[in-house]
């Protein structure tokens, strides 16, 4: 196989999102970090696997916000795209409940978010619960307190046997009710794999996510108000920068650096 070397350039970069380099170590590379192949090795799809089912943890951590586009559904039955369920929120003198289900006519429960509010601090706090779908045996906390031009706060999850996740936020809303902001989420999985994810909210309802690893891998995401999109990941080994689609249930396509293309469903990638 012959080998075609071409120097590092450096790439645009967008308003909010880092930089993108890294997943190095997967080929033969020079101090200047050229890639030397565009063929992926296994190396190079074992990382993007990885970070690929990180993603799969912090994207869901935008439908636990009790703030966004789902509020102006108050009282309506809607689809969750990140967890796959259909919701229904209620709000009660000092509660949000959002009551999670597997189908529209909310007859089979999979879980909820019991959130209790508190007008005079303008905090809430409350248990995260999932029970079925893909998010099957999720729990976590939520916590939200009023800053001066907005809102900032944590949610904290655990997904048994596959990773712990923290988000951390602040957002603000503009004078028709759209949220803004930013958020760091950092994913623990328990393979030992790592990933820190720098994510922009925008009031259009799109969401920016650069997405860093230990593996040097790093991403630069977009997604839409339905959380379809694409995007690259890039880096040193080979195959790398590769593009990514996918649909609102996170389910798409990887094309490598050779033309070459790998399937993704919900973030995982087909072996």
Known sequence: MKNYTRKSCLLPVAVGLISLAGCGGGGTSGSSGTITDKVPSAKTKADVASHLAAYSQGVVSYSFLSYGPKMKTLGTVFFDNGLGLYAKIRLGASVLFEGLYQDQELSLPAGNLNYNTFDVTHSQSGDITVTQG????????????????????????????????????????????????TATTAVAMQTGYSQTEQVTYNADGTTLIAGSDANKCKSSLKFTKTLSGGGTISGTDPGLPAKLTWNSAGSGQITYADGSTAAFTNWKLAN
Do not use: E, W
């Open 134 to 181: 893909l998010y099957a045996g999720l729990t976590g906390t939520y916590t939200s307190a009023r800053q001066t031009s907005g809102q900032s706060g944590n949610i904290n999850f655990n997904m048994p046997g596959v990773a712990d996740t923290v988000c951390q936020f602040v957002v603000q809303f503009d004078s028709n009710g759209n949220m803004y902001g």
